[in-house]
């Protein structure tokens, strides 16, 4: 009874008790319903379909339910916490956070360059950083991603003292999804950059923080594989130009 209470909540039947409930369509052909009935006249009913569940009220449609959608026309839904599978919006499938690394913890290893760093704010590290990545690349692999037709990926990107046009790149299974330059100071007046700038990190040089990460590309397979990298020259000082990434997602 227990089910039926949320039901008779959902279609307003909440204020009195249902005065009869009548099983309708009971040839093994026909289409079963159940019709909560209140006095002569038809409250509600919920009705098998081919693909799921109908409730109605006073003939309107109130709610569908099925194993892959749960709709509910015109119905506000007032919850302090909802948990779903997969959630669709205007039948438009929304993205699931599926993984996510703030990287305040030295973790187990599963990036092939795995040091931290952080900005003056202590416990707020990330990946990489002043004096640790320059001209390098850290890369990790993940598994069992569960069915899925697209892959988003966001992060954060740290752009750390002397940086003189070079870029920093993401790619999705050895394809580049995602490159952003970045020079220290792109005018001709460098103590004015110098005077303006934000200094957050290493050496006494503005730094860039936080410029967005995003990309987005078809993908289904069970694993996928991320790598950072930059143009910096191999073997340059990684305490003259640095990179880091910071809070890394991985929606589906």
């Given amino acids: 009874m227990a089910g039926l209470a949320w039901l008779a909540a959902l279609l307003g039947l909440a204020q009195g008790a249902p005065s009869g409930v009548a099983v309708v369509g009971s040839s093994p052909n026909a289409a079963g319903s159940i019709a909560f009935t209140s006095g002569s006249s038809l409250g509600a009913s919920i009705s098998a379909t081919g693909t799921g569940l109908e409730v109605r009220r006073s003939g309107f449609l109130r709610a569908s339910l099925s194993d892959d959608v749960?709709?509910?026309?015109?119905?506000?839904?007032?919850?302090?916490?909802?948990?779903?599978?997969?959630?669709?919006?205007?039948q438009v499938q929304q993205w699931a956070l599926w993984h996510f690394d703030s990287f305040e913890t030295h973790g187990s290893g599963e990036w092939s360059q795995n040091a931290r760093s952080s900005c003056n704010v202590a416990g707020d590290s990330f990946l990489g950083g002043h004096c640790n990545f320059a001209g390098t690349n850290t890369?990790?692999?993940?598994?069992?991603?569960?069915?899925?037709?697209?892959?988003?990926?966001?992060?954060?990107?740290?752009?750390?003292?002397?940086?003189?046009?070079?870029?920093?790149?993401?790619?999705?299974?050895?394809?580049?999804?995602?490159?952003?330059?970045?020079?220290?100071c792109p005018g001709i007046f460098r103590w004015k950059c110098e005077k303006l700038g934000l200094d957050?990190?290493?050496?006494?040089t503005p730094d860039r923080l936080s410029a967005k990460v995003e990309a987005v590309l078809e993908h289904g397979a069970p694993e996928l594989e991320l790598s950072f990298s930059s143009t910096l020259a191999p073997g340059s000082d990684a305490c003259r130009a640095s990179w880091g990434i910071d809070d890394l997602s991985i929606e589906l």
């Avoid at 993401?170 to 999804?177: E, H, I, S």
């Fill in 70 to 90: 749960a709709s509910f026309p015109g119905t506000d839904v007032h919850v302090n916490e909802l948990n779903v599978g997969r959630l669709s919006l205007a």
């Fill in 139 to 184: 890369s990790r692999r993940f598994s069992g991603l569960p069915a899925h037709k697209k892959v988003k990926v966001k992060a954060r990107a740290h752009f750390l003292d002397e940086w003189e046009g070079e870029s920093l790149m993401l790619q999705v299974n050895g394809r580049t999804a995602w490159s952003q330059s970045h020079s220290w």
């Fill in 200 to 204: 957050s990190c290493g050496r006494e």
